[in-house]
């Protein structure tokens, strides 16, 4: 059951990835000189914003929730992270999936937990999107929400990927995206 659990978390997350990528691209395709004038334009900055804010809001919701600390009925990363951790576990979702694609997983994760720029992520989200309260720090930069966002999606792929899953990459899943996301803002 244990094992399975890690599945079905794996699934779900390879779904965030998708989400994480195209959440991404919509932004990057609002932000283009084109779509601003189209914007301005039509005068429809104050709901140009407001998606705005959504898109950034859910962004760093998901990449945040992935690595939040696994309390009981918990099904993102980080728990089916932690109950890899267990020899047993592991060994039976790599009979079900790819064991080196599960060890790329597992040392991508630890890499990204590392990472010194989720630390400003997540404080951002508990102070200014979850809850409210003051900054001590400057909010983080794009680029680097972008860059763990990013790396994120790619090691829950390879997690979907090594538990057997998945055979698709997100790059499969997006064809297309970037100019629908453009349409839209047009």
């Known amino acids: 059951m244990t094992a399975q659990t890690v599945r079905d978390i ?3 997350a390879f779904a965030d990835a998708i989400d994480i990528l195209s959440i991404i691209e919509t932004l990057e395709a609002g932000n283009t ?13 104050a709901v140009a914003q407001c998606v ?16 939040a600390d696994a309390r009981p009925g918990d099904r993102h990363a980080q728990y089916a992270f932690d109950l890899l951790r267990d020899p047993a576990v592991r ?3 790599e009979k ?14 630890a890499k990204c937990r590392g990472d010194h720029r989720r630390q400003s992520i997540d404080t951002f989200r508990h102070k200014q999107i979850a809850h409210w309260g003051s900054l001590k ?3 983080p930069i794009i680029n680097d929400i972008f860059a763990v966002s990013r ?11 090594g538990t057997g899953v998945v055979t698709l990459s997100l790059d499969s899943q997006l064809m297309g995206y970037r100019d629908k996301a453009d349409r839209f803002w047009k």
Do not use: K
């Open 33 to 45: 000189p084109a779509a601003v004038a189209v914007v301005n334009a039509a005068r429809t900055d």
């Open 137 to 139: 720090n400057p909010a």
């Open 96 to 109: 079900m999936g790819n064991p080196a694609t599960l060890a790329e997983a597992i040392a991508l994760w």
């Open 151 to 161: 790396a994120t999606a790619a090691t829950l792929e390879r997690l979907a990927q």
């Open 52 to 67: 705005y804010r959504a898109l950034w809001s859910r962004l760093v919701v998901i990449v945040t929730r992935a690595y």
């Open 10 to 12: 794996a699934a779900e």
């Open 91 to 93: 060994s039976e979702v």
